[in-house]
């Protein structure tokens, strides 16, 4: 088969590979795939327009062809806006810094608001803070593309130049881009399972950490399994669960990791690959790989010299 399917956490080892700082989301929130669902019906639900299931696919780094299926019981991201309530003499350079990462950025977070950054926002004023999605980028990517494929309009490649300091030209394969959707809003649906979300969230922090390593002890047999049968794309749909689930231990990370690597090389995702592998190792106390037990393409993945 030739889905591929990659995790949030490949996605966050990849964006520290890269330096690139984004703040944590914590708007985005979890929505679990109902079987028989699609990209373009949670997209349609969510923010009105089944076109922005690409925000989905973006998001969640899913390189998927002909309709983007997923796989029942995911746990997927789900970019959304949030709001912060504007404090006395706080300016947009301050509001940038602490909800997109950088000062640089206010011109973004101002227009998103209908202003401009050289006029400080209201004291009280309830502002809209942009979601931002990490893109992976893959051969023969540009941030033209991207902006014909987030905005629709390949002309705003310009926004995602600056957004990402970066010179306009081609973009290097496993590049990671930060893409503000300024224009990103939700449905009525789509916010009552934003806070339904993050209710369920909050209620279930207590405990909840012992019952995701109980049931990882129970299910990372089963995902090397999938690995050692070659069912890559049931391997990684499994390790993602793992890992959207809670807090696992540090033994438990390093073995979903190690078999997602497995799966990533398998399927050819070199940029997951390369996450997992920066997660695995973070996550074991001596990694080796050793040319007469590792093959060439994992030692790729992880750089081996």
Known sequence: MTRKLTGLVALAALASMAGVTATPDARAYSHVVLPGETLAQIAHVTYGDARLETVLVGANALDVQGGSPIVPGMRIEVPAPGHHRVVEKETWAELSLAWLGDTKRQDVLARANGAVSWVPPVAGQ????????TH???????????????????NRSWELDQYNGRKPGNLRRGEVILVPLT???LTELG???????????????SGAAHEAQRRADAEIPVLLGHVAAGRYVDAVALGNRLLGTGELTRPQLALVHRGLLEAYVALDATGA?????????????????????VSPKIRAACNAK
Do not use: F, H, M
């Not at 992976?136 to 905005?151: F, M």
């Not at 009552?192 to 922090?205: D, F, K």
């Not at 690959?273 to 106390?285: D, E, Q």
């Open 126 to 133: 309830e502002i809209l803070i942009p979601a931002v999605l």
């Open 136 to 154: 992976i980028a893959t051969e023969g990517e540009s941030t033209t593309t991207l902006a014909r494929r987030y905005y629709t309009d390949p």
């Open 183 to 185: 224009e990103l809003t």
């Open 191 to 205: 916010k009552q399972e934003a806070r339904r979300a993050r209710e369920r969230a909050t209620s279930e922090a």
């Open 273 to 293: 690959a390369a996450g997992a592998c920066a997660a695995w190792r973070a996550n074991t106390a001596d990694v080796k790989l050793d040319p007469r037990t």
